[in-house]
């Protein structure tokens, strides 16, 4: 089973993501007729090294592999994979190709974008949350001195290869995170404009054991979906200056959360959950949603087994991490605010509004009527 999706950034600048259920000697066989003819510079996770490296068949001496984990994603693993180039020997005609989650994508797509001025880069994601969200869009980034993404470039994979295969060996936490932005995607739909509908909200409704075990045709149809209305996002803006800020629905208190407890206590689909249930509680509480949709998204997340953030953090503190945020301003922060059925708006906030916000709704969560 095959999919192929188009992102169409501009007349010149397009490429496809081909998502799959091949087996893996088939999946490398025809990523190495991609690549033919190019010297290759393989970026992979540690862990998927460990479980896959026997089945993928690539050469060991392409492989640079990455450890994992946040804090990885610094200058100095940027450096090593720009030295492994220098020492492959990779020209301008060559290729670097992530295989992980986001991390490895981020850094991978970095590197890429700036080996002599920028090589040919492919994605192959190896996570749902990666597959859904960072491995289509052109963001690659390494974190410094704190600051999450703060260096980075837009800079478009030449190809993503999607093996749902992968997903089989992730663990609980990482396929919840995964669906975390899953479900994010079902409550922005309309708002991407995405010329046919794909009723996700509906689909993760109604085909939830089939999603959650992971049965291929869902999840191919799955990851489908949420593609679709990335790239819809992305084609329409693809440098963030307006309409692409919707994908960060739930973010504003989700990066806030991670930064707080330095990305070592929640998964980043957790974090987004939590923003989730936080905005649209607050969207609720300021009327720009009706009861009935207030409870149907929170229904949806309870089906997948999420509920809201328990642990208690200082909302000062919070909103301290929000302003860092690189959407938000000395004076205001930026929230990505559900205002319709499947639609989303941007809102502004002070810091003194967003942590009344905060105090009033995190720490006492609206109950409904079951
Ligand atoms: N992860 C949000 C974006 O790609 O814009």
């Known amino acids: 089973m095959r999919q192929i999706l188009k992102v169409q950034i501009s007349d010149e600048k397009e490429y496809l993501i081909e998502i799959s259920d091949s087996d893996f000697v088939k999946f490398n066989q025809e990523i190495s007729e991609y690549t033919k003819g190019q010297k290759r510079l393989i970026v992979m996770s540690k862990k998927v090294y460990k479980l896959y490296s026997d089945s993928l068949l690539f050469k060991d001496d392409e492989i640079f592999i990455f450890p994992d984990g946040e804090k990885e994603k610094n200058y100095k693993n940027y450096l090593r994979i720009m030295q492994r180039a220098i020492e492959l020997g990779l020209t301008r005609k060559d290729v670097i190709i992530a295989v992980g989650g986001g991390v490895v994508g981020d850094v991978a797509g970095f590197a890429a974008s700036t080996y002599m001025r920028g090589i040919d880069f492919i994605q192959v994601p190896t996570t749902i949350l990666s597959a859904v969200d960072s491995s289509v869009g052109g963001k690659t980034a390494i974190d410094y001195a704190g600051n999450k993404n703060v260096i980075g470039t837009f800079y478009q994979p030449k190809k993503v290869f999607i093996n749902i295969n992968f997903f089989g060996t992730l663990d609980k936490k990482q396929f919840m995170s995964g669906m975390g932005e899953v479900i994010k995607y079902a409550l922005i739909e309309d708002s991407c404009k995405y010329r046919v509908p794909q009723f996700l909200f509906e689909f993760l ?29 992305v084609a329409q803006d693809e440098k963030e200056c307006g309409l692409r800020k919707i994908l960060n629905l739930g973010h504003t208190l989700a990066h806030a959360l991670e930064s707080i407890t330095k990305y070592s206590k929640y998964t980043h689909g957790e974090a987004v959950v939590y923003g989730l249930f936080f905005i649209t509680a607050f969207a609720y509480k300021q ?58 708006k941007e809102i502004k906030l002070t810091p003194y509004e967003a942590e009344c916000a905060i105090k009033d709704i995190l720490w006492h969560p609206i109950q409904y009527k079951k």
């Open 205 to 233: 409704t109604l085909g939830y054991e089939k999603i959650m075990e992971l049965e291929p045709l869902t999840t191919v149809r799955l990851i489908e979906y949420c593609l679709n209305l990335k790239a819809a996002v």
């Open 287 to 344: 009327e720009y949603i009706n009861y009935s949709y207030f409870r149907l998204i929170n229904e949806l997340l309870e089906k997948y087994g999420f509920a809201p953030l328990k642990q208690k953090f200082s909302p000062a503190e919070i909103v301290k991490y929000m302003q860092k945020d690189k959407k938000s301003t000395a004076d205001k922060i930026t929230f990505i605010i559900p205002c319709d059925k499947k639609q989303v």
